[in-house]
């Protein structure tokens, strides 16, 4: 069989859910029977998201070989349960990156590089390393921004040369769109997704199909209109509205017969009927009504929630597993460093300290963490959340602020947290990290081993700083277990405390592993705790 490719491009705004459209889509085809991978193409010129901001880009989500991506990469995963690589995220800056070093190579020796071939074709290839690299069989390629972008036209143009290079039948246009409401009259407008589509014609890519999202339901005329003036069969014309649950948009996708008309114009046959049964009741299960349990996210990105994307999905998927909702508060650490008295805390069930970097907001999550350990709260923290829980407790044993991170301190007289050895040398700020995952082993006995039911455990990482080993006996006397180390034994992974009913923190990413219907068992330990919590 031939590779499929569907191609995903977005018109009229960008954040209209284009990435989770994609990743639903992944779930539906492979319902089908076949092998699905998703890529990202990201128009922006940095090598990858990890050297930006997360008020830039929102969170950087780490795949199992290292490579910082974008956080759509995240929904694929969690949509369609299988792990991506580095070739499923591209930007512009390596291709660019990619097609300059073999210039300095002579690779093109008397050539001029050129935007068409020269970076077209670095793009169609990296597309076609996605079959190569992940064994699928159908492809989806999602196109960041929104058509019409300078950025994203080469993209465009490398999708417009892969109908005519690998033909009608593997390839198929989506074309993802919003309908604005215009409250005065009450209705929907169609107009600037015939824009949208007229541009998109403009670069030469007909869409096969449009998915119009919107927040106010879409009547059959309104599907009629846009099928007339875009030119796409009726039934090819997806009304999505916004649901109340972000894994209701499989199901939605395939009641309008999407994966039916994909199949059907690509020529791919079903291999197996789609069961939803599982997905439905997951679904059903997220919508029934449950006992409410406050948790509060102490982190320093608050302000936009994109920043934590898989910590709040892991969350939620670990209130499931315990059959609650959550309702998680999101709390500013640069604000709890002003109040003198943090008692509001002791309303929460649970507290969380998620990663970071850089010193803002780090005394305020230190007191959070201090509340959390005095008041017995039960607390996770991931990454930095781990590393200053040590700090913590470091400050409470030898009785001074003193003791800290190199990262915020480097004069500290107790460095608990330091530097990584493999990381000193090192001056880039891009790629450079610990990244990617590694094995931790557990050490029987300990919360964490019970969590898992597991010896050995793969988790993935993104960090320069480490537990500094010269601190490990004096801060066991305070009751703080290493319950996951590294196979060597040299790196502390999992750190929790005795004598609490759940403190716990990882060096790694949980996060980025927890599935809807797979909850992270240290995330699904923590809300256990936190139900308890609320009981007493
Ligand atoms: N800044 C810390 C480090 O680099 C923690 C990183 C993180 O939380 N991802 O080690």
Not at 24 to 42: I, N
Not at 358 to 380: D, H, S, T, V
Request: charged share 25%; aromatic share 8%; glycine share 8%.
């Amino acid at each position: 069989m031939k590779t499929k490719y569907i191609f995903l491009t977005g018109g009229v705004l960008s954040s209209v859910g284009k990435g989770v459209t994609a990743a639903a889509l992944g779930r539906l085809l492979k319902e089908r029977g076949y092998q699905v991978a998703v890529q990202k193409l990201d128009p922006y010129i940095n090598v990858d998201p990890g050297t930006m901001s997360p008020y830039q880009h929102g969170e950087v989500f780490v795949l199992e070989d290292g490579a910082e991506t974008d956080l759509d990469l995240g929904h694929y995963e969690r949509f369609i349960d299988t792990n991506l690589n580095r070739v499923c995220n591209v930007t512009t800056g390596q291709v660019y990156e990619d097609v300059i070093s073999r210039e300095r190579r002579g690779d093109y020796l008397g050539g001029t590089i050129q935007v068409i071939p020269h970076i077209t074709n670095v793009i169609k290839e990296r597309i076609r390393q996605v079959p190569e690299s992940t064994g699928a069989e159908i492809v989806l390629v999602e196109v960041g921004g929104t058509v019409g972008d300078i950025e994203s036209l080469p993209f465009l143009e490398a999708l417009r040369q892969m109908r005519g290079d690998i033909g009608r039948r593997n390839s198929f246009y989506i074309h993802v769109t919003w309908l604005p409401y215009i409250g005065a009259t009450g209705e929907l407008k169609t107009k600037p997704t015939q824009h949208s589509v007229r541009e998109l014609r403009s670069i030469g890519i007909s869409p096969d199909m449009i998915i119009a999202r919107s927040d106010h339901p879409i009547e059959e005329e309104l599907r009629e209109k846009i099928s007339l003036f875009c030119d796409v069969e009726k039934n090819a014309v997806i009304p999505m509205t916004t649901t109340d649950t972000l894994y209701n948009i499989p199901l939605i996708l395939d009641e309008f017969g999407v994966g039916d008309y994909i199949f059907q114009k690509t020529k791919l046959e079903e291999r197996q009927k789609p069961d939803w049964t599982t997905w439905q009741e997951m679904v059903a299960a997220m919508r029934r009504a449950k006992e409410r349990i406050p948790i509060a996210v102490v982190g320093k990105y608050v302000e936009l929630q994109d920043a934590y994307m898989s910590v709040r999905e892991a969350l939620q998927h670990a209130g499931l597993a315990n059959r609650v909702d959550l309702d998680i508060d999101w709390i500013h650490s640069a604000s709890l460093e002003e109040k003198d008295d943090l008692s509001f805390l002791e309303k929460y069930a649970g507290i969380l300290v998620p990663g970071g970097f850089g010193g803002r907001g780090i005394e305020g999550k230190i007191k959070a963490i201090q509340f959390a350990r005095e008041n017995r709260i039960p607390y996770l923290g991931l990454c930095l959340g781990m590393q200053l829980m040590v700090v913590e407790l470091a400050r409470h044993h030898f009785g001074s602020q003193d003791a800290n991170s190199t990262e915020f301190n480097p004069n500290t007289q107790h460095p608990v947290i330091d530097l990584m050895p493999d990381q000193r040398e090192i001056t880039d700020k891009g790629g450079t990290m610990r990244l990617g995952v590694y094995p931790c082993h557990l050490q029987p006995g300990t919360i964490a081993a019970r969590a898992y039911g597991e010896d050995v455990v793969q988790e993935r990482h993104r960090h320069r700083f480490e537990f500094n080993n010269a601190y490990r006996d004096e801060l066991s006397q305070e009751g703080m277990v290493y319950s996951g180390l590294s196979p060597d034994g040299r790196l502390v992974e999992i750190a929790e405390l005795k004598d609490h009913p759940f403190m716990l923190g990882t060096q790694f990413h949980p996060e980025f592993l927890s599935r809807p219907y797979r909850a992270h068992p240290l995330f699904t330990a923590f809300i256990k705790a936190a139900v308890e919590h609320s009981q007493n």
